[in-house]
């Protein structure tokens, strides 16, 4: 403040405050109204986007959401909320491809800044709800194209076989046992080609020892030991600075990211998306 007089950036951030106080009251329009005020005043900053993104969202106003977050992530690359919500946005008009790869920069910045954040773990629930069913559209169009295939298969077949009867009349026996061993060797190969839609149960060592679910981020121990980082580090700060499983001290800046399981985790997803279901 110079001579009294208050400067945009000071007005434009009690105007932020003022915002946060009309959103935890849930006077969204106020809030609103306050973001606009901050913006008009201030526009290069990228937390008074996200601020009025936020508003948006509880509105369900998803295109306005959509604009807010999309002008956040311009000013900052690294705002892990705007990338979170333009994700959201992009999903609600079932733009898969866009709003996934918006969330999994959410989630890798996320992890980043704010690993102990519950917007972390919310991240990663909207990520993977998204995958799910990205997974559920793609594997009912590939089960669709196998039936149709399967079904154009047999009848080549069966024209075939009804083709060799009428040329070899003394050999239909042989004749309708070549065919059956074809049908049957045809039904083996497109159950085969349908085996990594169905679900079945997740290898061990991709699931963390406390939780028992996939991994998300996983972090190895001195002592060889793999956890998902967010429980561990809870663990320790709530319960003790020690392994749960073998006792030894452990402190959370032993803790190292385990990138082979991380990719294995990864590669398996890849083939298997019924995995990213959630209980």
């Not at 060592?205 to 981020?217: Q, S």
Request: proline fraction near 4%.
């Amino acid at each position: 403040m110079v001579n009294g007089v208050i400067s945009a950036a000071e007005q434009a951030e009690q105007l932020k405050q003022d915002g946060n106080v009309y959103f935890k009251k849930n006077r969204l329009g106020a809030a609103i109204d306050a973001y606009t005020e901050a913006i008009t005043l201030c526009p290069n900053v990228p937390v008074y986007w996200t601020n009025r993104a936020l508003c948006h969202r509880k509105r369900n106003e998803w295109a306005r959401v959509e604009e807010d977050s999309q002008r956040a992530v311009q000013l900052d690359p690294k705002s892990f909320k705007g990338h979170y919500m333009l994700g959201l946005a992009l999903l609600q008009r079932e733009t898969y491809a866009e709003g996934i790869k918006a969330l999994e920069r959410a989630l890798d910045l996320g992890r980043g800044a704010h690993p102990h954040s519950y917007m972390v773990e919310e991240i990663w629930q909207e990520l993977a709800s998204a995958k799910y069913k990205e997974w559920q559209r793609d594997s009912a169009k590939r089960t669709l194209d196998l039936q149709k295939l399967e079904k154009s298969c047999e009848i080549a077949l069966i024209e075939k076989h009804l083709h060799d009867l009428s040329q070899n009349e003394d050999g239909n026996r042989d004749v309708t046992d070549s065919t059956s061993e074809q049908l049957a060797a045809l039904n083996l190969v497109f159950n085969k080609a349908a085996e990594a839609d169905k679900p079945t149960d997740v290898p061990d060592y991709l699931c963390c020892k406390i939780t028992l679910d996939i991994f998300r981020d996983p972090v190895i121990t001195p002592s060889g030991l793999t956890y998902e980082r967010a429980v561990i580090l809870d663990h320790l700060e709530k319960v003790g600075k020690f392994d749960p499983i073998t006792r030894e001290t452990l402190l959370p800046s032993q803790l190292v990211p385990n990138l082979a399981i991380k990719e294995a985790v990864e590669a398996f997803l890849e083939k298997h998306g019924w995995a990213y279901k959630m209980d």
